[in-house]
């Protein structure tokens, strides 16, 4: 099971931090992710990390904004999001893939949790 928090209402060019703990598996075999879908869009890949965290990716439209971070003792997986923008406005879900290195794809998740709402006002 996967429980996101840390969403909200924030101003352009603020800051949040998400988290997702993550409980009743081996979390820290698993590669983990955030995606996120905006009203009337698909969802999409937003960001990535090994089961080790010696890896990361990221969407190019988040890169150097956003980082991903886990804490394999907490069980737990972050999402810093910094210089957000409106276009950011979506429910964020965090994903978990024992199958791949990174879960880039939707195809690739195994198990999703339940969505935290992101806003950013302009």
């Known amino acids: 099971q996967l429980q996101a928090s840390g969403g909200g209402l924030v101003q352009a060019g603020g800051s949040l931090r998400l988290s997702c703990v993550a409980s009743?598996?081996?979390?820290?075999?698993?590669?983990m992710g955030w995606f996120r879908q905006a009203p009337g869009k698909e969802r999409e890949f937003v960001g990535g990390i090994s089961w080790r965290g010696a890896a990361t990716s990221y969407a190019d439209s988040v890169k150097g904004r956003f980082t991903i971070s886990r804490d394999n003792a907490k069980n737990t997986v972050y999402l810093q999001m910094n210089s957000l923008k409106p276009e950011d406005t979506a429910v964020y879900y965090c994903?978990?893939?024992?199958?791949?290195?990174?879960?880039?794809?939707?195809?690739?998740?195994?198990?999703w949790g339940k969505g935290t709402q992101v806003t950013v006002s302009s």
């Open positions: 009743g598996g081996t979390f820290s075999s698993y590669a």
């Open positions: 994903a978990a893939s024992p199958r791949y290195p990174i879960p880039t794809m939707i195809s690739a998740v195994d198990y």
